[in-house]
């Protein structure tokens, strides 16, 4: 590659120093690859990607306090030219995945990855293509092979929330819901898990991977 504008600008989003540490170490001995900046939380990658010097985003999912990394992905993707996201992250539950890739996340990579797959996967971002773990690609086709089974984003997080120990009031409360709407949410997940309770339906929704425990 000659010249710097064939260079792919790297943002590394992640709150714990020794990952975006070894990120840079892999990534930094690729050719065609700079990392233009860094960012600790998710609302200074936001920041930082709105600038337009930035090709990809490396992005967390969990950063403590505040913004996720799903909902920083939806902020970067909205604006007009934005960088693309590539989700790399230890979490691999639909939980996880469905809300990243709805926010707009162009691929989604585990961090156990090998160096080249990650790479790869920068490049693939780069030029607009999808990259998906194989784990979390056979995650996605089995919700498309079994809709019964697929809940909705808010029928996962109401059901996050029961695996927590709130009550249908508490979850209410925390999502702005109404009781009722809460019972109604859980009645469908009851329908869709082929449970009666909520215990039965936390069990098969962990066991799916649909929720973490």
Known sequence: MTGTESLIR???????????????????????????????????????AAEGDIDVVLMDL??????????????????????????????????????????????????????????AAVRTAAAGRSTLAPTVADRLMNRLRAPRAALTRREIEVLALVAEGLSNQAVGQRLHLTEGTVKSHLAHVYAKLGVDSRTAAVAAATDLGLIRR
């Open 10 to 48: 790297l943002l590394l989003a992640d709150d714990h120093p020794v990952v975006r540490a070894g990120l840079r170490a892999v990534l930094e001995t690729e050719p065609g690859f700079t990392i233009v900046a860094e960012a600790a939380t998710a609302e200074a990658a936001v920041t930082r």
């Open 62 to 119: 969990q950063f403590g306090r505040g913004m996720n990394g799903a909902e920083a992905t939806a902020a970067i993707t909205a604006r007009p030219g934005a960088p693309r996201v590539l989700i790399v992250t230890t979490y691999g539950t639909d939980a996880d995945v469905v809300p990243a890739i709805e926010a707009g996340a162009t691929g989604y990579l585990l961090k156990d990855a090998p160096p080249e797959d990650l790479a």
